[in-house]
């Protein structure tokens, strides 16, 4: 414990991690120091020349507003950033409670500081979730960088989430041989993907389903076609589909009558 001079105490260096003073805050601690109450010893780092405040501001303040000529510091070696960032989590558990402007405010300052950490990192620092941290830097259009430093200390490449877009566009489309039909015989998309797979069985089975519901063999390949499309029925429960709807469905629509509210 040092005591130092309040006006040897720098507390307009950038070292307050918080949104705003709390004048209530002030007012209460200046009441109490009058009353002869004891207060944890403010933190101060000292560079050699400056002795910067990491925590205690509103203590400083309510003596200033006593005219108090002193006040006693925990001074710990270090520079302005080493202030930072003691300031960044020093009311995480003790103090005047931080509001989630406050929080915010530290995630800022964090990340003005030190821009290629990572989000853990940054959380660990200002005593947040990782989850706080991203979400302020989605809220203020910071992006991540290439390459991030992790709570070891050790350089890693960032995380970047592939979108639908550059996986569709990264992607190799590998050819599909054309499927051989008898002339005269329009395949349906099921047929060309049975072909595909190997599963003739099942288009057999299906044709034979269509012959016993009296369904025409010319509305059977678009039944197919848009089981395939709709994915009604998968391959393992086809016998499930009500095959006399689409196929009536399919009619309507050859008519040119909607059966949509039916």
């Known amino acids: 414990m040092k005591k130092l001079k309040l006006d040897e105490i720098c507390i307009d260096g950038g070292t307050q991690t918080r949104a705003q003073i709390n004048q209530d805050t002030i007012a209460e601690y200046a009441a109490d120091m009058e009353a002869g109450h004891k207060f944890p010893d403010v933190v101060v780092f000292h560079d050699g020349k400056v002795y910067w405040l990491a925590d205690g501001f509103h203590r400083v303040l309510a003596a200033e507003r006593l005219t108090f000529k002193e006040i006693n510091c925990d001074v710990r070696k270090g520079g302005k950033l080493d202030a930072i960032k003691y300031a960044l989590s020093a009311n995480t558990t003790n103090g005047l409670r931080r509001s989630i402007q406050d929080k915010r405010h530290c995630i800022a300052i964090a990340l003005e500081n030190w821009p290629k950490s990572s989000k853990n990192k940054i959380a660990e620092l200002c005593g947040v979730a990782a989850t706080m941290v991203a979400d302020e830097m989605t809220r203020c259009s910071i992006a991540t960088p290439d390459t991030v430093i992790g709570k070891d200390n050790k350089e890693y490449p960032a995380h970047k989430v592939k979108t639908a877009y550059t996986d569709a566009t990264s992607s190799t489309v590998e050819p599909v041989s054309p499927v051989k039909v008898p002339d005269g015989e329009m395949p349906s998309a099921t047929a060309m993907i049975n072909k595909i797979e ?26 197919n076609a848009v089981e395939s499309e709709l994915k009604v029925c998968d391959h393992n429960k086809w016998e499930g589909c009500d095959r006399k709807k689409i196929a009536a469905k399919l009619i309507s629509i050859a008519k040119g009558v909607s059966n949509e509210d039916k």
Not at 203 to 219: C, D, F, M, Y
């Open 198 to 223: 190997g599963k003739e069985e099942i288009t057999a089975r299906k044709r034979n389903v269509h012959q016993e519901l009296g369904i025409p063999s010319a509305l059977a390949g678009a039944i």
